[in-house]
């Protein structure tokens, strides 16, 4: 069964500032790779998500995203945060031709001005 | 093009009493998910529809959740009778297709308080 870890619960960073978010996943097979934002009161977004070819993938509100096979990680970047990114981030696996996504536990991002 | 819709957004009972959501997915999106998001943790696929036919119920406690896909469009979840321990959001999400790499798209969810 497949499994994703998001070891960092809470982080804080200044507006202006780089951001990285640590996503682990365990899958034995080539995973379908998902990140979500979770603004308070609202649903989950999708950011961005990879399934196969470049590694490096492009997302929405400036996001991107690294998959490593050799560390089984999928880490979200945003190279300048603002406030209205501040939110709970997601990182989810999917499996081949089931759809069902695993979620991790999330990491709450806050931005200080 | 709108949204997926759920109804109510927040619903407080008490223990042992029971309750009931309303999904109303994308138009045209075959297939329909419940998650259970329990503060603090990610949300979890309590079950999948495809169509009006279930394709993954395994994580339902069947003994107090149920669910239904009418016609293929909406759905309704119950929990009967509720426990403390299912105070969560509970969120719908629906996509195209059945593929892993279909994206779903996730409603606002229902906050279920259970005193």
């Known amino acids: 069964a497949q499994s994703v870890t998001q070891p960092d619960i809470h982080i804080t960073v200044s507006e202006g500032a780089s951001l990285e978010l640590r996503c682990n996943y365990s899958y034995g097979a080539t995973p379908y790779l998902f990140w979500y934002v979770q603004s308070p009161g609202q649903g989950l977004q999708l950011l961005l998500k990879y399934f196969s070819g470049d590694t490096l993938v492009q997302g929405i509100k400036g996001f991107e995203a690294e998959f490593k096979r050799s560390q089984s990680s999928f880490n979200l970047r945003k190279p300048s945060v603002h406030w209205s990114d501040a939110a709970e981030y997601f990182c989810a696996v999917g499996a081949g031709t089931a759809s069902k996504l695993t979620f991790g536990t999330g990491t709450r991002l806050q931005v200080t001005l | 093009e709108a949204g997926v819709a759920q109804s109510p957004r927040y619903k407080i009972i008490e223990k042992r009493q029971s309750v009931a959501f309303w999904c109303n997915p994308i138009s045209g999106h075959a297939t329909l998910y419940w998650y259970q998001q329990i503060l603090g943790q990610g949300p979890k696929l309590l079950i999948q529809f495809q169509n009006n036919g279930v394709v993954d119920d395994s994580q339902l406690p069947k003994d107090r959740f149920s669910a239904e896909r009418l016609k293929g469009v909406d759905s309704t979840l119950k929990i009967q009778p509720a426990k403390l321990e299912d105070s969560a959001v509970y969120l719908c999400?629906?996509?195209?297709?059945?593929?892993?790499?279909?994206?779903?798209?996730f409603g606002p969810g229902t906050r279920l308080t259970v005193t």
């Open positions: 999400a629906s996509s195209l297709g059945t593929s892993g790499a279909g994206e779903q798209y």
